[in-house]
């Protein structure tokens, strides 16, 4: 009987043929983890985290984080079925994500790349080691993409952002996917030449009027729905700046004052437990230095899309959204990707080994 273990491995570029730039797909895959979320058919341990300090030196010196999971999904079948979903997932994967911050400036590099694993579920052995850093851009995206078709108001037009880096693309990607009436995008950076790249990657991607804004404050004044994508290392946010009914998806961790949390209407994460465990997102920090009631959590987004609880209730309420970024996230967009590049015979099949030396 032969002992040879293979996987397929994918670069990025495979991944890209293989649908993984595709935010549609995306979105896809994140609203079936959401939604396995919500009816407790994960297994997602708390992320371990390496970095030279605090909670802050994350915007400085970097920081290093590995996130497991398992997703299942087949006592659900039907229901995802009906409901239009991806299938089930049943198994296991890993994401190791380094961040250095100065990568972008010193070295013309993304500051976050990854690698995925997901290994076969019937041996555990690898069946797909590929780049994790378009699939981790992707899922960002999508989580806020489908919190925002969930959460935000559907008739909303003008959309703010702050931060159009890698995280800017993909959430813009997803916001207008999630509320396809959006029709003006605001753009503040503070890198001028960040903004300009955007806007030239994103117009023939994205239909939607795109306009530089002169200021944070610009760009969140007058918008429906707004996203923060940063490497902001001090608050610079003012609750004064929302209009009624705002949605905000606050995927950085220091744009947004603790204190500014008290005027929003409600309050949603991916997962309260995750969010309390890392110690850095502003929804945690106001709960812990006393500004918010955690009752004001509403909850997770999977329990508001299986309806275990309630979303937005009236047009008029201000909505924040503050995700911590899940591993489960991670492994289904690289599944929804490995199944492509499987079914397509992209990438390159590797030998772990012919034969293992010790068994
Ligand atoms: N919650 C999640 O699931 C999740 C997942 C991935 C990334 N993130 C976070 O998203 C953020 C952005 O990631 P990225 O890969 O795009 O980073 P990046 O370093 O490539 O880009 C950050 C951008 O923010 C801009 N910026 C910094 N401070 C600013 C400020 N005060 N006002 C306006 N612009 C400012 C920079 O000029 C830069 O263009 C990071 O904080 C990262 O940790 C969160």
């Given at each position: 009987m032969s002992k040879r273990v293979e996987f397929i491995y994918l670069q990025q570029e495979d991944c890209v043929k293989a649908g993984g730039f595709d935010m549609k797909g995306s979105m896809q895959a994140v609203e079936r983890s959401f939604f396995l979320h919500g009816k407790d058919d994960f297994i997602q341990p708390g992320k371990p985290v390496i970095r030279w300090?605090?909670?802050?030196t994350e915007e400085t010196t970097g920081r290093i984080m590995s996130m497991p999971s398992f997703l299942g999904g087949s006592d659900y079948a039907d229901d995802m079925k009906e409901r239009g979903m991806l299938g089930p997932v049943n198994t296991s994967g890993i994401k190791f994500i380094p961040s250095k911050p100065h990568n972008p400036s010193k070295h013309g590099l993304p500051r976050a790349n990854a690698v995925i694993i997901i290994v076969d579920e019937d041996t555990l052995m690898p069946a797909c080691i590929m780049d994790g850093t378009l699939v981790s851009a992707m899922r960002t995206g999508a989580a806020s993409g489908v919190a925002a078709k969930y959460l935000a108001n559907p008739d909303s037009t003008v959309m703010g952002l702050v931060g159009a880096s890698v995280q800017g693309i993909t959430q813009t990607l997803a916001l207008k996917e999630g509320v396809p009436s959006l029709k003006i995008c605001k753009i503040y950076d503070l890198n001028r030449d960040t903004t300009q790249k955007f806007i030239e990657k994103m117009k023939d991607l994205v239909d939607m009027e795109f306009v530089i804004a002169e200021s944070a404050e610009e760009a969140f004044r007058g918008s429906d729905v707004i996203s923060t994508a940063t490497m902001a290392k001090q608050p610079y946010v003012n609750s004064d700046w929302y209009k009624e009914g705002a949605f905000h998806c606050e995927i950085s961790f220091w744009d947004t004052p603790p204190e500014a949390l008290i005027d929003m209407d409600v309050i949603v994460v991916d997962d309260w437990g995750q969010v309390s465990h890392h110690g850095v997102d502003v929804s945690y920090r106001a709960v812990r230095d006393g500004f918010i009631d955690e009752s004001k959590i509403r909850g997770n987004l999977g329990d508001i899309i299986v309806g275990k609880t309630t979303g937005r209730s009236h047009s008029r309420e201000k909505i924040f959204f503050n995700p911590i970024g899940m591993g489960i996230h991670d492994l289904s967009e690289a599944h929804r990707v490995y199944e492509n590049a499987k079914a397509k015979g992209i990438g390159k099949t590797l030998p772990l080994w012919d034969n293992p030396i010790l068994e």
């Open positions: 300090g605090g909670p802050e």
